[in-house]
């Protein structure tokens, strides 16, 4: 049986990665795009050389034209601009909006059939932007950001406890923004809740809350420490983690940037949610109950988002 075509639309510090670890976990051919020519070839290239000693089996290709991404089973999108410190995702918002309609036109065109995960920022509106461009069913074009907001929590956690990341399950839902609503009730040791374990003593509330403002400070935090770009391995292995659900209909139930329309009390659009991914794509959102004080932060970022899609709605009037 033919491998799986995995296109990934972008070539630049995620593209790469995503590239080396899709090579590496051996899910398929690969196809590196981007508008730099050379970029994606040289990576590429560079990419295949390490075959021989990792072992793996992928054809490795390197392109400036669409319709080189022609059938792709997955497209993962990071074409556009990173945010440099003392920006916010959301000054992205004009320049990125218009490298989404290329992408989408191009997606439309060669790789209806996708299932494709966007990550460029401000992702929430982008992959509203990107669903509308394209024109392909909602449950087949999903956001990453909750997988990568929740390996940060978990990760915090894991050093404040003094156990294995492995153990540690956290919940991040809402907009991939500063109002992210990392869910501390949701999240937890082994199965044992985070509140269970202030009672228990394993920390204190001031503890956990100086975690949880870390976590929605996390991409700032690498921007400042990189000064020339953004987080790009565990960006990347977060959306392998989603493609991986659906190429192996995993089911794994990941918080994604979803269409919500009825779930949550919410009307059609994007943010994000506990979702299932398998074959089929979205295959299901788990509408967990919230309450109040977790109902108001994730109103305030759900607010935040319509917000930015209108924007994105003012700057190209075919949106609206
Ligand atoms: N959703 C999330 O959790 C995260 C999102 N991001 C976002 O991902 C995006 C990519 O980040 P990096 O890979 O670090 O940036 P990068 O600058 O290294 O790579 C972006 C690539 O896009 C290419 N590009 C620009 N316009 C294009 C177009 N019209 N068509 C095709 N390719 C085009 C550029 O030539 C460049 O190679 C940024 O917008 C960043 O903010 C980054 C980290 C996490
Ligand atoms: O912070 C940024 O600009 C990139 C990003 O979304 C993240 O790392 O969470």
């Known amino acids: 049986m033919a491998r799986p075509k995995i296109a990934l639309i972008g070539a ?9 670890l899709a090579a590496i976990k051996e899910l398929g051919d690969i196809i590196l795009f981007d508008i730099a020519e050379g970029t994606p070839q040289g990576k590429a ?3 295949a050389q390490s075959g021989p000693s990792e072992g793996f089996d992928a054809v490795m290709k390197g392109a400036n034209s669409y319709a080189d991404i022609a059938g792709a089973d997955v497209c993962i999108v990071t ?11 959301d000054d992205l918002l ?27 920022n401000p992702l929430d509106a982008m992959v509203w932007a990107l669903r509308e461009f394209s024109g392909l ?4 074009v999903v956001g990453m950001a909750g997988v990568l907001d929740s390996a940060r929590f978990r990760h915090f956690l894991s050093l404040e406890f003094d156990v294995s990341m492995r153990d540690v399950t956290a919940f991040v839902l809402g907009g991939h923004g500063d109002t992210m609503v990392p ?50 391995y565990a960006p990347a292995t977060s959306a392998i983690e989603m493609a991986e659900s659906y190429l192996k209909d995993q089911k794994r139930l990941l918080p994604c940037a979803a269409w919500v329309d009825g779930a949550f009390g919410l009307k059609g659009m994007y943010v994000g949610v506990p979702t299932v991914i398998g074959a089929k794509g979205i295959e299901r959102i788990v509408d967990i109950k919230l309450n109040p004080t977790e109902q108001v932060m994730f109103d305030k970022s759900v607010e ?10 003012g700057i190209d009037p075919t949106l609206a």
């Open 137 to 140: 069913p909602h449950e087949k």
């Open 79 to 89: 074409a556009g601009v990173p945010r440099k410190p003392g920006m916010s995702r």
């Open 183 to 232: 869910l501390t009730r949701y999240s937890t040791v082994a199965g044992i809740p985070l509140p269970d374990l202030i009672t228990m003593g394993w920390t204190t509330q001031e503890k956990l809350d100086a975690i949880v403002q870390r976590t929605r400070d996390g991409g700032a935090e690498i921007v400042g420490l990189l000064k020339t770009g953004s987080a790009y």
């Open 94 to 120: 004009g320049i990125n909006l218009k490298v989404m309609k290329a992408v989408g036109e191009g997606i439309k065109q060669h790789a209806p059939n996708a299932f494709v995960i966007c990550i460029t």
């Open 12 to 20: 630049g510090q995620i593209g790469g990665t995503l590239a080396h």
């Open 45 to 47: 290239l560079d990419i």
């Open 304 to 313: 935040a988002v319509k917000g930015l899609v209108e924007a994105c709605k």
